[in-house]
């Protein structure tokens, strides 16, 4: 929970948030969709600006699209009475959501569901479906708001999004999930971790992004061949709320191929992926 006071706010948003309140319903991607935030919606605060696109030299098709989010500073302005912030956090068992007055510094209502990996007999496997971090996003949420009560939905000013980190989820060029997501304790790449480490400046284990995006090169080609954008598991739960695919400078350090010093993809390092201009 602490995680998603210090995500607050990531977002702010001028137009309610009363379709949380709606009866759970199944997700499909044409559902999910059909109920993001538009973009028009969402504005940067204060001195916090969203970093330029970075051009690479190369034309690495998975990274290149995604940007990097500048962290934000906030102001006496964003704890005013009445003003409400709605915390998510989508971790490997369960994706948890609060209720946050800012003004009271209290949190007034809370929400989690719970679920499970997919079953597997692969030693090292751990996937999950990104369609069930959405369900329950959708569900923790009203579960939060309807806790905090009254017209708590139309005071949320804000939210804030953290999860598990490292985990690969696989996006065609139309945003549409190619297969299960690995997460960060799938192990599958270790030999993988192993080559790379080889070769870039920090070793990286099998946890990080870029051990699973050569272990999907390698093993599942038709996977590889529609692969066009990759994102962290909260990554994508900001993308089904707004429409824009972006990443937080620390999260992507995570990945394995972030320049760190220059806050800008490493094109040598994703090279050792994917040789081959795109």
């Not at 209290?106 to 971090?133: F, H, I, K």
């Amino acid at each position: 929970i602490g995680g998603l006071l210090n995500a607050l706010p990531t977002y702010l948003l001028r137009a309610p948030v009363a379709r949380l309140r709606a009866p759970p319903s199944s997700y499909s991607q044409a559902a999910q969709r059909s109920e993001k935030i538009p973009v028009s919606t969402l504005w940067l605060p204060g001195t916090a600006a969203r970093l330029a696109r970075q051009p690479l030299p190369y034309t690495f098709r998975a990274l290149a699209p995604i940007m990097l989010l500048s962290p934000l500073t906030a102001g006496a302005a964003l704890v005013s009475p009445g003003k409400l912030y709605l915390g998510i956090d989508a971790g490997t068992q369960s994706t948890k959501a609060l209720v946050y007055d800012a003004a009271q510094r209290a949190v007034v209502g809370r929400g989690a569901v719970s679920y499970e990996m997919l079953e597997s007999d692969v030693v090292g496997r751990a996937e999950q479906d990104p369609a069930v971090w959405v369900d329950a996003m959708w569900r923790a949420c009203r579960e939060a708001l309807a806790d905090a009560g009254g017209d708590a939905a139309s005071r949320i000013c804000g939210i804030g999004v953290s999860g598990q980190q490292h985990g690969l989820v696989a996006l065609d060029a139309s945003y549409e999930v190619i297969r299960p997501a690995k997460l960060w304790c799938d192990t599958e790449s270790a030999e993988e971790a192993a080559e790379l480490s080889k070769s870039l400046p920090v070793p990286i284990v099998a946890s990080f992004t870029a051990s699973k995006l050569l272990w999907l090169k390698r093993h599942e080609a038709a996977a590889w061949a529609r692969l066009a954008h990759v994102a962290l598991p909260h990554d994508y739960l900001n993308y089904v709320l707004t429409g824009e695919l972006v990443m937080e400078g620390s999260d992507a350090s995570g990945i394995g191929l972030l320049d760190v010093g220059a806050r800008a993809w490493d094109a040598s390092a994703a090279r050792l992926v994917d040789a081959a201009p795109r």
